[in-house]
C-alpha cells in the first residue's frame, strides 16, 4: 500500500444522516440565531437541515460537512434576510448589503447593546462576525461558506467592527 | 468590543439545549417531505438495548447490543441510504412485536423483512429458509443447507446464519447441530438459549 500518492484526493465516506445531523446542529442553530434572530432560527434549521437531506445521497465526500451545512445555511439566512426586507420595503430590491434588522421581540433574546448593535449590520456582515467569531471559523473557510473569498470575508469582518465599535460607547 | 463578547451571541448552553429539540423535529418534517429513507430506534429486550432499523421495503437489522451499533448505522448508510435517522414511528410495529414475544406472547412476526444487508445469493436463500421454521421447532445446519439448494454447504450455511443482520426475527436461534448439540450463535450461546427456552425448545 504505502502512502496515498500527491494529489490523489482521499475521500471520507458520508455518514448516516443522523450522525451529522448530531455533530453539527449546536453549530448551525449558533449561527442562525445571531444571522436570522431567534424567532426565525427555528424555521431556518429545519428548512437548512431538510435541503442537506435532499442533497445528502448526492454527495460524494464527507471530509468537509460543517463547511457544506454552513453553507446552506448562509443561503437560507440571505434569503429570510431578504425576504423580511421585502415585507419591510415594497419599493426596491435590496441587494444583499441593505441592512437588515432582526425582528428582535421582547423577551427573546437579551434585550443589549451588543446585540442590537450586531442586529443593526448589514447582513453579510452580520454573518461574517458570527463565522469568525461565535464559530471560530478561518477567513478562508467564512469565504467558503458565504460562496464569496478569503479577502471579501476579511473585509466584512473589519467593516462590521469598525461599525461595532463606533455604536458602542466603551 | 472584544472577540469574547461577542462569542456569547451563539447563546450558549441554551443553543445547544434548542439545537437539540429542534433536531429532534428534523425526523417528522423529513417523512413528510419523503426523505426519511431508514428509521432507526432502540428496543427493549431481555438481552439490553436492541437496534432494529426499518427501511422503505421492512426491517433491515435487529442488532445485539454487543455489536457495534455505530458501524452497523454506517453500513446501512453505505449500502442502502445515507438518509438515515432515529425516529420512534417508523419503528413503532416492530418494537411493539419484538414486546410481545419477550413476554411470550407472541409466535409470529409479522413485520415485513428487507435482506438489503445481506450479501450473496446461497447466504440470502439460507436465511429465507431459517425464516420459515415455526416458533418452537428446530432444523439442523445441514437441514437448512438442503433447503437453500446445497446440502453439501452445511459450513456455508452456519457461516450464512452467523451474518444473519436481522436475528430473533429471521429467527437463526432455530437452527442446531445434528447431534443434538446446540452450535453457535452470533448474539451468544446465552442468549440462543434464552430464545430457546422462551419457544419451550428447551425446559426452564
Given at each position: 500500500?504505502?502512502?496515498?500518492?500527491?494529489?490523489?484526493r482521499?475521500r471520507?465516506?458520508?455518514p448516516?444522516?443522523?450522525a451529522?445531523?448530531?455533530a453539527?446542529?449546536?453549530?448551525?442553530?449558533?449561527?442562525?440565531m445571531?444571522?436570522?434572530?431567534?424567532?426565525e432560527?427555528?424555521?431556518?434549521?429545519?428548512?437548512?437541515?431538510?435541503?442537506?437531506?435532499?442533497?445528502?445521497?448526492r454527495?460524494?465526500?464527507?471530509?468537509?460537512?460543517r463547511?457544506?451545512?454552513?453553507?446552506?445555511?448562509?443561503?437560507?439566512?440571505i434569503?429570510?434576510?431578504?425576504a423580511?426586507?421585502?415585507?419591510?420595503?415594497?419599493?426596491?430590491?435590496?441587494?444583499?448589503?441593505?441592512?437588515?434588522?432582526l425582528?428582535?421581540?421582547?423577551?427573546?433574546?437579551?434585550?443589549?447593546?451588543?446585540?442590537?448593535?450586531?442586529?443593526?449590520l448589514?447582513?453579510r456582515?452580520?454573518?461574517a462576525?458570527?463565522?469568525?467569531?461565535?464559530?471560530?471559523?478561518?477567513?478562508?473557510?467564512?469565504g467558503?461558506?458565504?460562496?464569496?473569498t478569503e479577502?471579501?470575508?476579511?473585509?466584512?469582518?473589519?467593516?462590521?467592527?469598525?461599525k461595532?465599535?463606533?455604536?458602542?460607547?466603551? | 468590543?472584544?472577540?469574547?463578547?461577542?462569542?456569547?451571541?451563539?447563546?450558549?448552553?441554551?443553543?445547544?439545549r434548542?439545537?437539540?429539540?429542534?433536531?429532534?423535529?428534523l425526523?417528522?418534517?423529513?417523512?413528510?417531505a419523503g426523505?426519511?429513507d431508514?428509521?432507526?430506534?432502540f428496543?427493549?429486550?431481555?438481552?439490553?438495548?436492541?437496534?432494529?432499523?426499518?427501511?422503505?421495503h421492512g426491517?433491515?437489522?435487529v442488532?445485539?447490543p454487543?455489536h457495534?451499533?455505530?458501524a452497523?448505522?454506517s453500513e446501512?448508510?453505505?449500502?442502502?441510504?445515507?438518509?438515515v435517522?432515529e425516529?420512534?414511528s417508523?419503528?413503532?410495529?416492530?418494537?411493539?412485536?419484538?414486546?410481545?414475544?419477550?413476554?411470550?406472547?407472541?409466535?409470529s412476526?409479522?413485520?415485513?423483512?428487507?435482506?438489503?444487508?445481506v450479501?450473496g445469493?446461497?447466504?440470502?436463500?439460507?436465511?429465507?429458509?431459517?425464516?420459515?421454521?415455526?416458533?418452537?421447532?428446530?432444523?439442523?445446519?445441514r437441514d437448512?443447507?438442503?433447503?437453500?439448494?446445497?446440502?453439501?454447504?452445511?459450513?456455508?450455511a452456519?457461516?450464512?446464519?452467523?451474518?444473519?443482520?436481522?436475528?430473533?426475527?429471521v429467527p437463526?436461534?432455530r437452527?442446531?447441530?445434528t447431534?443434538?448439540?446446540?452450535?453457535?450463535?452470533?448474539g451468544?450461546?446465552d442468549?440462543k438459549k434464552t430464545?430457546?427456552?422462551?419457544?419451550g425448545?428447551?425446559?426452564?
Amino acid at each position: 500500500m504505502g502512502p496515498p500518492k500527491e494529489g490523489s484526493r482521499l475521500r471520507k465516506p458520508i455518514p448516516p444522516f443522523q450522525a451529522f445531523l448530531d455533530a453539527h446542529r449546536t453549530a448551525v442553530y449558533r449561527f442562525l440565531m445571531v444571522s436570522v434572530g431567534p424567532n426565525e432560527a427555528d424555521e431556518c434549521f429545519q428548512e437548512t437541515f431538510l435541503s442537506a437531506l435532499r442533497a445528502y445521497p448526492r454527495l460524494r465526500d464527507g471530509s468537509n460537512l460543517r463547511g457544506w451545512v454552513l453553507a446552506i445555511a448562509t443561503r437560507k439566512a440571505i434569503d429570510a434576510a431578504r425576504a423580511r426586507n421585502r415585507r419591510a420595503l415594497p419599493v426596491a430590491d435590496p441587494a444583499d448589503e441593505a441592512p437588515a434588522a432582526l425582528a428582535v421581540e421582547a423577551a427573546d433574546p437579551p434585550d443589549d447593546d451588543l446585540w442590537k448593535a450586531v442586529a443593526g449590520l448589514p447582513v453579510r456582515q452580520r454573518m461574517a462576525v458570527v463565522h469568525r467569531f461565535v464559530l471560530d471559523e478561518s477567513y478562508a473557510e467564512i469565504g467558503a461558506a458565504m460562496g464569496s473569498t478569503e479577502e471579501a470575508a476579511r473585509a466584512n469582518v473589519y467593516q462590521a467592527l469598525k461599525k461595532l465599535r463606533e455604536v458602542e460607547p466603551r | 468590543m472584544k472577540a469574547s463578547e461577542l462569542k456569547r451571541l451563539g447563546g450558549g448552553r441554551e443553543a445547544e439545549r434548542k439545537a437539540r429539540v429542534a433536531a429532534a423535529e428534523l425526523a417528522g418534517a423529513a417523512r413528510d417531505a419523503g426523505l426519511l429513507d431508514v428509521a432507526y430506534a432502540f428496543a427493549d429486550s431481555p438481552f439490553g438495548p436492541l437496534l432494529v432499523a426499518v427501511g422503505r421495503h421492512g426491517l433491515l437489522c435487529v442488532q445485539y447490543p454487543n455489536h457495534d451499533f455505530d458501524a452497523t448505522l454506517s453500513e446501512i448508510a453505505r449500502e442502502v441510504s445515507p438518509r438515515v435517522l432515529e425516529s420512534r414511528s417508523e419503528t413503532d410495529e416492530i418494537r411493539r412485536e419484538l414486546d410481545e414475544y419477550f413476554a411470550g406472547g407472541r409466535r409470529s412476526f409479522d413485520v415485513r423483512v428487507d435482506l438489503a444487508l445481506v450479501h450473496g445469493e446461497f447466504v440470502k436463500r439460507v436465511l429465507r429458509a431459517t425464516a420459515r421454521i415455526p416458533f418452537g421447532r428446530v432444523l439442523t445446519y445441514r437441514d437448512v443447507a438442503t433447503e437453500a439448494g446445497n446440502a453439501l454447504a452445511v459450513r456455508a450455511a452456519g457461516n450464512a446464519l452467523g451474518s444473519n443482520p436481522i436475528p430473533i426475527v429471521v429467527p437463526c436461534h432455530r437452527v442446531v447441530r445434528t447431534g443434538g448439540g446446540l452450535g453457535g450463535y452470533t448474539g451468544g450461546l446465552d442468549r440462543k438459549k434464552t430464545l430457546l427456552t422462551i419457544e419451550g425448545v428447551l425446559g426452564r
